[in-house]
């Protein structure tokens, strides 16, 4: 799908000629002359970038710069005639990504647009992959608090998934029961080690072949439990 581009400029020559240069790369570009318009569609429409003039009618650049960055992420890529140095740090301030002075080289726009949508996607991915854990055939989704095993997803509790995430996020270490205890539950763990016994157990069930001998969760005898990542 091709990636979207939200103008905010009110000199029509301007805008036409960035929205003809962004189209020449198969970009979408949509054009909106005011500032209150533009703020509008970019807060309830989806746009990959956003062209954003400093200077248009009834909200400046700066505003709409701070409304965006309450709601998203994006890149902002501020243009402006305008070439002093505070208001470049204002705009940064508030969360723009870039700085474009006219006049400028339409094909160093392109390259900066390009720039900042391959930064942003390179980001948005890493995020995700930070989000699911994977470790030999099991898959824990930490945002949607799922788990699959070997693709088929598993039903688990509030706390078994609470634990297995904190164990899965922590491989390789070796936690008590009294520990594992206070984390998860969050209550002075004295006479209460049965609980992570159980847990652990019902966790087992479900995610190991063999529950007599585990690959996750491992009994450390003496200690308590340790994830192998």
């Known amino acids: 799908m091709n990636k979207k581009i939200l103008i905010i400029e009110d000199d029509q020559s301007i805008a036409a000629l960035e929205r003809d240069y962004l189209e020449i790369e ?9 500032g209150k318009e533009g703020l509008d569609a970019a807060l309830y429409q989806s746009f990959d970038l956003i062209l954003l ?36 740090i204002r705009g940064f301030g508030l969360g723009a990504d870039d700085y474009i002075v006219k006049p400028f080289s339409p094909s160093e726009l392109v390259a900066r647009v390009k720039a900042h949508l ?13 989000d699911e854990i994977h470790v030999k055939g099991l898959k824990i989704n930490l945002s949607s608090r799922q788990v699959f095993i070997n693709e088929k997803e598993v039903a688990f509790t509030t706390k078994e998934f609470d634990l297995l995430s904190f164990f899965a996020q922590h491989p390789n270490q070796v936690f008590s029961k009294e520990e594992l205890f206070e984390r998860i539950w969050g209550l002075d763990a004295v006479g209460d080690n ?20 585990p690959q996750y969760i491992q009994t450390m005898w003496g200690s308590g439990y340790r994830f192998k990542g």
């Open 26 to 34: 198969d970009f979408q570009v949509e054009i909106v002359a005011d």
């Open 53 to 88: 003039d400093l200077m248009v009618p009834n909200i400046n650049g700066f505003e709409i710069c701070k409304e965006i960055r309450k709601k998203t992420n994006i890149p902002i890529l501020m243009v402006t005639a305008k070439n002093e140095d505070i208001d470049k």
């Open 118 to 130: 391959g930064r942003y996607e390179r980001l948005t991915q890493a995020d995700a992959v930070k």
């Open 194 to 213: 049965a609980t992570v016994t159980v847990h652990v157990k019902k966790i087992r069930k479900k995610i190991e072949k063999d529950t007599s001998s």
